[in-house]
């Protein structure tokens, strides 16, 4: 009998719960893929930075797994409220708690398992979409293999029943305090903006907006602290929840002025249907508001670091591969042997950097790029007091103008020419906007004084290795009167060379090392750059990052959606009435289509527009500072544009398929 009421309830249940339930099978689904990830033998030897990856992995599966626990939890609580009439009934039959318990124990059990298996068969194709995104990130062939392995999935399942366990535990007392005068007015349990307050609680919706205004202003402003950041970011998570209480009271208030334009239409009927869900809601959307920011800023970030994994690599690193030592004059063969014998040597070439005790170009980087905001405004002579950030070298790096031509052939470059009172300033692309002043520089000699001719972009490996963001370029005879700093080595390899080859080269780092890397936001800074090495190092690196964030995103911003459709279909019923209503008062089927199209619009619009518009000026100020920081060339909101068409199209396939049950579930009496 009761397992006979539990299959049933079960039954009644999965179509309105059918978009709770596809939510819940895609996070199986994201889950399994992503636990593919940490036991897969072949991504364990692909890089030495494995243990990292399953930390991050690990640590943003425990994220999703609150996140679908607050689902479960939110689904568990809001059907047995619809569902406390159904229960008192049983009660007034004599059946006892306990038994009522088993019957919502077996309809939930029912409906998880059903979430689990279709998951674990998406799974097993998403894990294939991700397994081939992945390798072809790292420029390695994926045959497809659909396979189950039993790790991943004993995680996945582990990680699902604690979502339910944790919900169900949650909830134990609500069965052991249940009778039936609980159970009937369980349903009209809701926050509730009486009268007497209500006049009160619409300041929350000014004072929030005021101050949600306020912290996107200052962070605009660019002159932000990380404290400032993190105070105002805590603050305003508040004043989400003030905002949508005071929006509440407000709609309340605008629809018993009895103004013109709420009698126009079907205004008047959607304003209070929208009044009244955002008061029976209102720390539900806000919590869903701060999931959709959460969403928009994960997906955002990810785009930045895929936009750069895909335009600066290769800038960064245009030698096969680099070598670093610290003494002046070191002849590399050792280290030739060694290329030779791992990859062989197409081209390769031994220079020195040279230094005059100047820091003529060290103080004019530290007081014009804005990586350094004003820190060393009006300040000289800023690098040999060791009181400074030790992106540059203690002295301006010189090289010789033979040397750079040398260098510049083996990449592919024209040649360059100098006269003999003339230097050339070679730069990374992202410094080339703050170089307006730099021809005031003059460069002295011991035979007069070097003047500024330009300046060189191209890629030149100059993270530490042919100076740290900036190179001066000077005539051979003014070389040859400063003093010798470091050596390198740049070579280029007849064939990829193997991650063994770095461990052979020997490493400088107890004679000193370099002494900076440079200003870039994202590097691969080391003595050895071994081009076949770093690069699939550094998007490995990368990929740590972004794939986590791809994940918590689609999961929090699926999981919002579901939390809106799950409302609007689950109280079909109650509107049943209403539309039948307005039927008889005239409103034909087109009208009522309208109306309805309005109402779940407006629904869905509530928690996501001022999710949009928050996260819009949080990443268009991150995507500044991004581009300056890495030198990626793309538009500030373009970060942010990639990931609303993203989840535009998960909204709109969420919004369709709501408006489309609701209209179903709404015309089963109306017949609209």
């Not at 007392?173 to 007015?185: C, D, E, G, H, V």
């Not at 709609?251 to 009244?276: D, E, H, M, P, T």
Request: positive net charge; glycine residues 4%; proline residues 2%.
């Amino acid at each position: 009998m009761i397992e006979k009421l539990g299959f049933r309830s079960a039954k009644n249940s999965f179509s309105d719960y059918l978009i709770y339930i596809v939510t819940m099978a895609m996070i199986v689904a994201l889950m399994l893929s992503f636990n593919s990830l940490l036991f897969s033998k072949e991504i364990q030897e692909m890089s030495e930075m494995f243990g990292i990856m399953s930390i991050i992995l690990l640590i943003a599966t425990v994220f999703i797994v609150f996140i679908a626990a607050w689902l479960v939890n939110y689904m568990i609580v809001f059907s047995f409220q619809r569902k406390s009439k159904e229960y008192a009934i049983y009660m007034l039959l004599g059946m006892k708690q306990r038994e009522i318990a088993r019957i919502y124990l077996i309809e939930n059990l029912i409906l998880s398992s059903i979430s689990f298996l279709a998951g674990i068969v998406v799974g097993l194709f998403v894990q294939q979409i991700l397994m081939t995104i992945f390798y072809s990130m790292m420029n390695t062939a994926y045959y497809v293999s659909i396979r189950i392995n039993p790790e991943s999935l004993l995680l996945t399942l582990f990680c699902y029943a604690v979502c339910f366990l944790a919900a169900l535990l949650f909830n134990h007392r609500k069965f052991r305090r249940m009778n039936i005068r609980l159970l009937m007015n369980q349903e009209k349990e809701n926050e509730q903006i009486t009268d007497k307050n209500y006049r009160l609680i619409k300041w929350l919706f000014p004072v929030s907006l005021l101050f949600i205004l306020s912290f996107l202003i200052y962070v605009l402003s660019d002159n932000y602290t990380s404290a400032g950041i993190f105070m105002g970011s805590f603050l305003s998570l508040i004043a989400f929840y003030m905002f949508y209480a005071g929006l509440a009271a407000e709609l309340v208030q605008s629809i018993r002025k009895r103004r013109a334009w709420i009698y126009k239409g079907a205004n008047l009927f959607v304003l209070r249907q929208l009044s009244s869900k955002i008061k029976t809601m209102r720390f539900t959307m806000g919590t869903l508001s701060i999931l959709f920011i959460c969403a928009f800023m994960g997906m955002s970030v990810s785009m930045m670091l895929n936009d750069w994994q895909n335009k600066q690599l290769e800038e960064n690193f245009p030698f096969d591969l680099s070598i670093h030592h610290a003494a002046p004059s070191y002849s590399f063969e050792k280290e030739k042997s060694e290329i030779e014998q791992f990859a062989g040597i197409s081209d390769s070439y031994t220079y020195s950097i040279y230094e005059n005790h100047s820091t003529l170009f060290n103080d004019y980087f530290y007081t014009h790029l804005p990586v350094f905001g004003e820190k060393y405004t009006g300040q000289k002579n800023i690098s040999p007091d060791n009181k400074y950030d030790k992106k540059y070298y203690r002295y301006d790096t010189f090289m010789k103008l033979s040397d750079y031509n040398t260098l510049r052939s083996m990449l592919g470059y024209e040649k360059v020419s100098l006269a003999p009172d003339e230097y050339l300033l070679q730069v990374k692309q992202r410094i080339t906007p703050y170089l307006d002043s730099v021809s005031d520089l003059v460069i002295p000699t011991g035979d007069g004084k070097l003047t500024f001719a330009g300046y060189k972009a191209d890629a030149f490996c100059q993270n530490g290795h042919n100076g740290a963001d900036y190179l001066i370029i000077v005539p051979d005879d003014a070389a040859d009167e400063m003093n010798l700093y470091y050596s390198q080595l740049a070579a280029m390899t007849k064939q990829p060379a193997a991650k063994e080859l770095a461990d052979h080269l020997p490493d400088d780092e107890a004679e000193g090392g370099m002494e900076a890397v440079g200003t870039d936001f994202i590097m691969y800074s080391g003595n050895i750059f071994i081009k076949s090495v770093a690069i699939p190092d550094m998007k490995y690196t990368l990929i740590l990052l972004y794939f986590p964030l791809v994940y918590i995103g689609l999961v929090f911003f699926c999981t919002a959606l579901t939390v809106l459709s799950v409302q609007q279909l689950s109280h079909a019923s109650k509107y049943r009435y209403r539309y039948e209503v307005l039927r008889k008062l005239g409103a034909n089927n087109r009208e009522i289509d309208l109306i309805i199209f309005k109402q779940q619009a407006l629904f869905y619009l509530c928690p996501v527009l001022l999710a949009a518009v928050f996260s819009a000026v949080i990443i268009y100020s991150l995507s500044k500072k991004f581009i300056i920081s890495t030198g990626v060339q793309t538009r500030p909101l373009q970060y942010l544009s990639i990931s609303v068409i993203f989840f535009l199209g998960i909204y709109l396939l969420y919004f369709v398929a709501t408006l489309i049950c609701f209209k179903r579930n709404v015309s089963l009496k109306t017949n609209v």
